[in-house]
């Protein structure tokens, strides 16, 4: 079935429509590394692209194939490539878009470890990075420099909340002749679609939103245009950073509920920020979806919803924090987010320990900040598991 023309809710369940000679309901595990060729001119043709036919499972499985098919579909883009995660995704993508000698312009908040491969890695290989805070497109256009290649934002970022202005990087990206990427990690398609705002590259910690479940660890990358799929497939596929079909088989059966989980886990977080903002112990909080958030009216144009991630400071700063995770019950004390359970942590200390505390204040990730992933309990129970914690304080 063509599922161009129908509506996101029915894309998350048909899009990329897999079948095969049993009639098959959903997508089975092809639990296998390699494929049977017809003939030896059956396998060159194979590999030299004359025939389309499935080779060894690191450069393709049905499986995989079918979830590909269907997020490239949902991110409105030319094809998808998934990886084993969400790091095997942003390495990729920095291993086909940059060389020696090149540079890229980053979001100064981005996850941790984005940044830390690009300030520890490839600055073995001559790759320069400047971060920058592109909620100010100012700031971008002064970074960029005669060998820039790419633009990479996070938007809303991990774990500020800032939010940059895709089409207006998507603009500044064409004039400078630049591959813009964004993360789009922490909103999903549901909520944001870059590809359609002017990005060429669209990328994803499947691990969060899409598979929603915390049951596995994943990533993909969707581009708008065929060459720039061509040279990623190619890094990812020769650093062997692909997806399995186990994987694939999960992110499949997660991805069909994500327009429901983030409508009802967005429910949920305006209830909580609002609960959190209101709270004489919170010094202050950042939710998109609060007219108290700098980028609000941008949010509101360039997202379709306000997800349901926020970070806040309280007024007791770290300790205070660390009383409060340590007296929460029902949210889970633990990194990662997106997914149906809450979920609380620690920048500073956790997912973005790895960077110099000098960038991490320049990109705003103070010592007080908590990171909440709201989830889909009932928002009662997580607005009293909160005030509990704050009691402790
Ligand atoms: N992009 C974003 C925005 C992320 O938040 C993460 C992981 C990644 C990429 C990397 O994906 P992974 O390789 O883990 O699938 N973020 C995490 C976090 O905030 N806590 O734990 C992991």
Redesign the pocket.
């Known amino acids: 079935m063509d599922t161009k023309d129908l509506g996101f809710n029915t894309k998350l369940i048909h899009a990329g429509e897999f079948n095969d000679e049993f009639g098959s309901a959903t997508v089975p595990i092809y639990q296998t590394s390699t494929f049977k060729f017809k003939s030896a001119q059956h396998g060159a043709d194979c590999f030299a692209g004359k025939s389309d036919g499935y080779i060894y499972t690191r450069i393709g499985n049905p499986t995989i194939k079918a979830f590909e098919n269907n997020i490239a579909e949902l991110e409105n883009g030319y094809d998808g490539i998934a990886t084993s ?6 390495t990729s993508v920095y291993m086909a878009l940059l060389g020696a000698g090149s540079h890229i312009v980053s979001s100064d908040a ?5 940044r830390d491969v690009l300030e520890q890695d490839f600055t073995r290989f001559d790759v320069k990075a400047s971060f920058v805070n592109t909620s100010n497109i100012e700031n971008i256009k002064t970074a960029i420099k005669p060998n820039t290649k790419v633009l990479y934002i ?1 938007t809303p ?3 500020t909340m800032d939010i940059t202005d895709i089409a207006a990087c998507a603009k500044i990206a064409k004039d400078h002749n630049l591959i813009l990427v964004v ?1 789009n ?2 909103s999903s398609p549901y909520l944001q679609k870059p590809l359609d705002l002017g990005a060429d590259v669209v ?6 939103f899409i598979n929603g479940h915390a049951d596995i ?3 993909v990358i969707v581009t708008k245009y065929a060459p720039i799929y061509k040279k990623i497939r190619h890094s990812m596929v020769y650093m062997g950073c692909n997806m399995d079909p186990h994987q694939a088989f999960m992110v499949i059966r997660g991805v069909k509920t994500l327009a429901i989980r983030i409508e009802r886990a967005q429910e949920n977080a305006i209830k909580v920020a609002k609960f959190l903002q209101a709270h004489p112990k919170v010094a202050w909080l950042k939710y998109p979806g609060l007219e108290s958030h700098p980028q609000y009216e941008l949010a509101k144009t360039q997202m379709k919803g306000f997800g349901s991630m926020m970070s806040f400071g309280l007024k007791g700063g770290f300790e205070a924090g660390k009383k409060l995770m340590d007296n929460v019950h029902l949210a889970i004390l ?5 997914g149906v359970e809450t979920l609380i ?1 620690h ?1 500073a200390s ?2 973005h320990a790895a960077v110099s505390k000098e960038n991490k204040l320049a990109a705003g990730i103070t010592d007080d900040l908590i ?1 909440f992933s709201v989830g889909i309990e009932d928002a009662e129970d997580i607005i009293a598991d909160l005030k509990h914690g704050l009691e402790k304080i």
Do not use: C, W
């Not at 981005?110 to 984005?114: E, F, K, S, W």
């Not at 990328?203 to 969060?208: A, P, V």
């Not at 633990?334 to 997106?338: C, D, H, K, P, T």
């Open positions: 995660s969400g790091m095997a995704a942003i981005v996850y941790g470890p984005a996070e970022a991990n774990p993360d990690t922490f990328l994803h910690s499947i691990t969060k660890v994943g990533g633990a990194v990662s987010l997106g942590q920048p956790m997912t990171r």
